[in-house]
């Protein structure tokens, strides 16, 4: 099932990818998300490409019932983004791989991060997600679409609040 979200960011296109490659990112992503583990590994350097990879063990309080029986108490998610060099705006593109850890689901795209202004940046996900799960996988694509929309989009608050310990 197709999946497109653009976030907006309170950051310059160049720092939100220093951000990604931060582990104090890590720690904001681990918070805001109410995960109970995260843990990141940079290969590379932000100021050319890059790639992270997050693994994070979140609750399935809010996981669709559909899917429940299928991840339990919690879930490990584990993400690959891997980022070009930025062109001369600050721009990248990158690929984004989520796979959700004993389960025959995640998320495959491509991801742009581009300047919108001084101090702002926007990043679109264009992606697929699949539950290979026979007769079910349908369903329960469509009733994970708004709970991986939820989680892509509490990037815009943890970039947030990584742009606000950056200024104190």
């Known amino acids: ?10 950051l310059s296109a160049r720092t939100a990818a ?5 582990q104090e990112y890590t720690a904001i992503r681990r918070e805001t998300l109410k995960a109970t583990s995260a843990s990141s590994q940079v290969d590379g350097d932000p100021v050319g490409s890059f790639t992270v990879r997050t693994e994070l063990v979140m609750p ?5 019932d559909i899917a429940r029986r299928f991840v339990g108490s919690s879930v490990t ?3 690959t983004q891997t980022w070009s060099a930025p062109e ?3 721009s990248r593109r990158g690929t984004m791989d989520l796979e959700v850890v ?6 495959t795209g491509t991801v742009r991060l581009a300047p919108t202004g001084e101090m702002t940046s926007s990043v679109d996900i264009d992606g697929d997600l699949v539950a290979k799960v026979p007769l079910l996988g349908p369903r329960l ?6 709970y991986v929309s939820t989680v892509l989009r509490a990037e815009e608050k943890s970039a947030a609040a990584y742009a606000d310990r950056a200024d104190d």
């Open 141 to 146: 694509e469509k009733a994970a679409v708004p």
């Open 102 to 107: 004993g389960t025959p689901a995640g998320l």
């Open 1 to 10: 099932m197709k999946l497109r979200e653009t976030l907006t960011l309170p």
């Open 18 to 22: 220093t951000m990604y490659a931060d």
């Open 77 to 79: 998610i584990r993400e």
């Open 88 to 90: 001369p705006d600050g």
């Open 60 to 64: 399935t309080d809010k996981v669709p």
